[in-house]
């Protein structure tokens, strides 16, 4: 069905309609051969708790962003090539349910559906398009991922050293294992290639072991294209709107689930 829609005047405007809502901070989303697949709205952990994240799976790319006015304006758009992700489903955890991990190689992030048949749909179709590109482009699938980070409200100590973390002692992340950890104990920078092109924070465990392995050394140069950076403020922002957006899907009928609506249909 994709493949039908993509030469369509009714996809071209739905693709211009998402250009529209990131503005002029957004990258171009129009391509020849470009689908937007589906759409919603998807809770986003961040580093202090959920947040909603508005998310559009095309059959090439998964952009998102944060949301400033429903249906007319996102920002700190996000844009990730399918065939650089892996998606991991998981159990439910106290905080999350319905949730599932994205895998990239500059970041690794947890998100969360409504339901569990929007859960199932999100995996279903972003795992048939990453698998049809993979096909369509010969590429090997990605195999280096960022790690993906524990949230600051899982832990009141540093995780190396138990330090209470106080007004003083701040909680800071290690890029290599994702620990919460004090200032101590992540006193130290590496280059990591596929997270940053300038050494980022790393923990006193991973820093030897970065620095055994000769990791700058074996890694190829990462096309810098190949995936947005995202700022800590996308993460710790507010949003203005906490509404969940409707969810609509391109595919065959008989892959449509009960629940979802198939823009084919429209």
């Known amino acids: 069905m994709a493949d039908k829609l993509a030469s369509t005047e009714e996809n071209l405007e739905r693709i211009l309609a998402?250009?529209?809502?990131?503005?002029?901070?957004?990258?171009?989303?129009?391509?020849?051969?470009?689908?937007?697949?589906?759409?919603?709205?998807?809770?986003?952990?961040?580093?202090?708790?959920?947040?909603?994240?508005?998310?559009?799976?095309?059959?090439?790319?998964?952009?998102?962003?944060?949301?400033?006015?429903?249906?007319?304006?996102?920002?700190?758009?996000?844009?990730?090539?399918?065939?650089?992700?892996?998606?991991?489903?998981?159990?439910?955890?106290?905080?999350?349910?319905?949730?599932?991990?994205?895998?990239?190689?500059?970041?690794?992030?947890?998100?969360?559906?409504?339901?569990?048949?929007?859960?199932?749909?999100?995996?279903?179709?972003?795992?048939?398009?990453?698998?049809?590109?993979?096909?369509e482009t010969g590429q090997a699938p990605g195999e280096t991922f960022a790690p993906a980070w524990v949230p600051d409200s899982a832990t009141d100590v540093c995780m190396h050293c138990c330090s209470k973390f106080t007004v003083t002692q701040r909680r800071h992340h290690c890029r290599q294992c994702g620990y919460v950890v004090c200032d101590s104990c992540s006193n130290y920078s590496f280059l990591i290639p596929n997270i940053s092109c300038k050494p980022v924070r790393v923990c006193l465990v991973c820093h030897p072991i970065l620095q055994a392995s000769d990791f700058t050394h074996k890694r190829e140069d990462l096309d810098e294209n190949s995936w947005s950076d995202?700022?800590?403020?996308?993460?710790?922002?507010?949003?203005?709107?906490?509404?969940?957006?409707?969810?609509?899907?391109?595919?065959?009928?008989?892959?449509?689930?009960?629940?979802?609506?198939?823009?084919?249909?429209?």
């Open 230 to 266: 995202e700022s800590s403020s996308d993460e710790d922002r507010p949003d203005l709107d906490k509404d969940p957006l409707p969810q609509q899907w391109v595919g065959e009928e008989n892959h449509v689930l009960p629940g979802w609506s198939s823009y084919s249909d429209k």
């Open 18 to 135: 998402v250009e529209s809502f990131f503005g002029s901070s957004g990258k171009p989303l129009k391509k020849p051969g470009r689908v937007l697949v589906g759409e919603g709205c998807l809770m986003k952990l961040c580093r202090r708790s959920p947040q909603p994240r508005i998310f559009f799976l095309f059959n090439d790319i998964l952009v998102y962003g944060s949301i400033i006015v429903k249906h007319r304006w996102y920002a700190s758009q996000q844009v990730i090539q399918l065939e650089d992700m892996k998606v991991e489903d998981l159990e439910d955890s106290p905080d999350m349910k319905n949730q599932w991990l994205i895998r990239t190689p500059r970041k690794s992030f947890y998100v969360s559906a409504a339901s569990p048949e929007e859960k199932h749909a999100w995996i279903t179709h972003i795992e048939e398009c990453r698998a049809k590109r993979l096909n």
